[in-house]
C-alpha cells in the first residue's frame, strides 16, 4: 500500500500543508499489526502550476475563489501525481485537494503532531492505515 506525505524536499521535512507542498514523499508500507515498516519509493514534485514556493508557508491562505475551475484543475493534477497512493497525510487541506485526492481514491489522513520527519509521522499515524 502506497501512501503520500508532503514534504519540503528531498530531506524528507514534513509540510502540513498539502495543497501547497513543494514535494511528495510516496512511501510503500511493508508488513502490518505491530511490524508495519516504510520503504521510501521516490520524492515527486507538486505539478500544481499555480504555486509560489519561493514563500514555502505551510499556513498560506489562498486568495483566488476555491470554485475556480482553473484552480480546481491545478488540484486535480496532484490526484494525478499520486495515483496509486491509497492515503496523504497531513495536517492541512483545503477543500480542493481533499475532493481531488477522495475522486482518486487517497484518503486524507489528519496530522496533529509535531514531528519534522517523514517517516515518523508515518509510524505515529500508521494505525489508521487499513
Do not use: Q, W
Request: proline share 2%; glycine share 8%.
Amino acid at each position: 500500500m502506497k501512501i503520500a506525505i508532503p514534504v519540503k524536499d528531498e530531506s524528507l521535512t514534513f509540510f502540513g500543508n498539502a495543497g501547497h507542498t513543494p514535494k511528495f514523499a510516496v512511501y510503500e508500507m511493508i508488513g502490518g499489526g505491530m511490524f508495519r515498516s516504510f520503504k521510501l519509493e521516490n520524492v515527486v514534485d507538486n505539478p500544481r502550476d499555480d504555486l509560489d514556493h519561493e514563500h514555502e508557508d505551510e499556513e498560506h491562505h489562498c486568495e483566488h475563489d476555491h470554485n475556480d475551475a482553473a484552480h480546481i484543475a491545478e488540484h486535480n493534477k496532484m490526484g494525478t501525481a499520486l495515483n496509486g497512493c491509497k492515503y496523504i497525510v497531513a495536517k492541512r487541506a483545503c477543500k480542493n485537494t481533499v475532493n481531488t485526492m477522495k475522486e482518486n481514491g487517497i484518503t486524507v489522513v489528519k496530522y496533529n503532531g509535531s514531528g519534522l520527519k517523514s517517516e515518523d509521522i508515518l509510524k505515529e499515524v500508521s494505525a489508521k492505515f487499513v
